[in-house]
């Protein structure tokens, strides 16, 4: 059979969606296939023990068509076969580094090493090979606690001068008790270990880890740019602070967290670029442009600051200076938990010094209840807080409790949000329905907010929902969870009036007399007509023929 003639490009764009292992059987289809996959820079473009060889001896009846100056990226997992033992898998992972010497693959740029045993000497015998041109490392290690788990950064960075990303996630398993109860004794780097390449940072513990104490690593990275560490106690997370303060000068993304929330672990900035993975034969993420303005880093100071943790976790004594120094230079400001959020709100002083001419996105978590003798001065304060932010915030949310109140949420609408598209507000049991109408009748935020999000508020009535459907003129998300007060009428008379919406989540608690199989159908009908992308959670109350808390889902998915 004839195989027709194609451009490199379009053989480039069929190549790449397609694993090693399909590339290869292709091989078999003809001669002119068989040269034109051969041919193809991209297919030694990454080595893998997962696109079906387990063993790179498997791949040696292909050597002769290896260019090994087409290697630019490697992946290494011994997690995902279960069924070898621990010596297997030490042996395989040896002869895949092996592999890469024997052949002199010493253009590899990206590696990703995913492996249930501490990599000491799988990193001493690669860095021999990816010396000078390895500048991005995700490493996964799945292992008991022992002194490499703190000795594996100081490893890296020492033999990979020119580094520029680094991810290292450690799931501890067990404790080995010959570690010691202080591991930053066994962490401390030398002080001549100084990093003049690193811009990326992530170090992130989980299972029965002891933290590690950062701080002493950060002085020697003065290249640092974005930082996102999780494995930190008290005494760490400000030391890491007051490190990035005046020892970090480029500094531009910070997120820390305690490890106890994944919820917002997993949604972090930089975690999330470090999770994606480019397609064979692709850019790396380093070439691909981000069109979020949201996060579009523009140089000069700190833009995004990201403090999860519990009560104990940060002192805001140390939080303070940090959002002092770039609060012209800050555009995203996240900070969950009673202690640093009640700190910052009850200093009048420092709150008053504050002008946010930048910040685009606030996002603050508080789930705790504030003493009622303490919520006046904390709302007169988070008012004052949020007049000096000077209308230029674009992302809202706030799950702040009581401190979502008629008076935050009026000054809110006084401050002339130009730009606000986004507004979630969560778990608020003291705002008033008119209160939150007179907000969603004020004049420009109807008009240009585009996706608002009411999670588990008391307010949440058919009242409300009127007020949403004729007051949003412009809004394309929606999604309001934990309607107790609403019934199935007010439910149909909000989907007649509410405009056309991309997206559209709602979940609600009805009477289950109320929810005939006839009412449902033609609720689906009118939300069909409503939303591209909709989903419709009904709670039904509990009676003589249904047992309580009946959840039925309805999704455009499966309609």
């Known amino acids: 059979m004839a195989f027709p003639e194609l451009p490199s490009e379009i053989w480039h764009s069929i190549f790449s969606k397609l694993t090693f292992r399909d590339c290869i059987r292709c091989t ?108 991005r490392l995700d490493l996964l290690c799945i292992d008991k606690l022992t002194m490499d788990t703190y000795m594996t950064p ?43 390449n690193l811009t990326e940072l992530a170090i992130e513990m989980f299972g029965n880890g002891r933290p590690i104490s950062i701080h002493l690593l950060l002085r020697l990275l003065p290249k640092l740019r974005r930082v996102s ?109 009673y202690e640093p959020i009640t700190r910052l709100l009850l200093s009048q002083q420092y709150i008053n010094h504050l002008t946010f001419s930048h910040l685009h996105s606030l996002i603050l978590v508080n789930l705790d209840q504030p003493p009622p003798e303490m919520l006046p001065t904390l709302s007169a304060n988070f008012c004052t807080f949020l007049r000096q932010t000077k209308g230029t915030l674009v992302h809202i949310s706030l799950s702040v409790s009581d401190l979502m109140n008629d008076i935050v949420l009026n000054c809110l609408a006084h401050q002339e949000l130009r730009c606000l598209t986004y507004l979630r507000l969560s778990k608020s049991s003291v705002l008033s329905d008119i209160g939150f109408i007179r907000f969603l009748q004020y004049s420009g935020i109807g008009k240009q907010l585009k996706s608002l999000e009411l999670n588990e508020m008391d307010l949440l009535t058919g009242k409300i929902l009127h007020a949403v459907a004729e007051c949003l003129t412009s809004v394309e998300k929606l999604t309001i969870t934990g309607c107790k007060q609403i019934g199935v009428g007010e439910l149909r008379l909000f989907f007649s009036r ?29 939300m069909k007509s409503k939303a591209i992308e909709w989903k ?24």
């Open 498 to 526: 509410i405009q056309l919406l991309k997206w559209l989540h709602l979940v609600c608690f009805v009477e289950t007399q109320e929810c005939s199989q006839q009412i449902i159908d033609s609720i689906v009908e009118q």
């Open 154 to 196: 100081t490893l890296v960075l020492r033999h990979l001068p020119h580094l520029i990303t680094f991810a290292y996630r450690a799931v501890v398993t067990q404790i080995d008790e010959s570690v010691d109860d202080e591991p930053w004794c066994l962490f401390e780097p030398p002080a001549n270990l100084v990093h003049w």
């Open 536 to 559: 419709l959670v009904l709670k039904t109350s509990s009676n003589d023929n249904h047992p309580s808390s009946v959840c039925r889902v309805f999704t455009s998915d499966v309609m």
């Open 229 to 337: 560490l999780n494995a930190l106690d008290c005494s760490n997370a400000n030391a890491t602070m007051h490190t990035l303060l005046h020892h970090c000068h480029s500094i531009e993304i910070v997120e820390i967290h305690d490890g106890q929330d994944d919820n917002f672990r997993w949604d972090n900035i930089l975690s999330r670029q470090l999770q994606q993975e480019p397609k064979r034969g692709e850019k790396s993420l380093d070439d691909i442009d981000n069109n979020d303005h949201l996060y579009t880093i523009i140089s000069g100071g700190l833009q995004y600051l990201v403090v999860d943790g519990d009560d104990r976790f940060l002192n805001v004594n140390t939080l303070q200076p940090i959002i002092i120094k770039y609060q012209h230079t800050l555009r995203m400001l996240r900070i969950r938990g």
């Open 28 to 135: 078999g289809v003809n001669h002119n296939l068989r040269s034109a996959v051969f041919g193809w820079d991209g297919l030694w473009h990454e080595i893998s023990n997962e696109q079906g060889y387990d063993h790179i001896s498997r791949l040696r009846p292909y050597m002769s068509y290896f260019n090994s100056h087409a290697v630019q990226r490697f992946r290494l997992n011994t997690h995902s076969d279960q069924q070898l033992l621990l010596g297997d898998k030490v042996v395989n992972a040896m002869a895949f580094v092996n592999f890469l010497i024997e052949y002199n693959c010493n253009n590899i740029k990206e590696g990703v090493l995913v492996i249930d045993f501490w990599p000491t000497s799988i990193l001493y015998k690669f860095s021999s090979i990816c010396h000078h041109s390895l500048t």
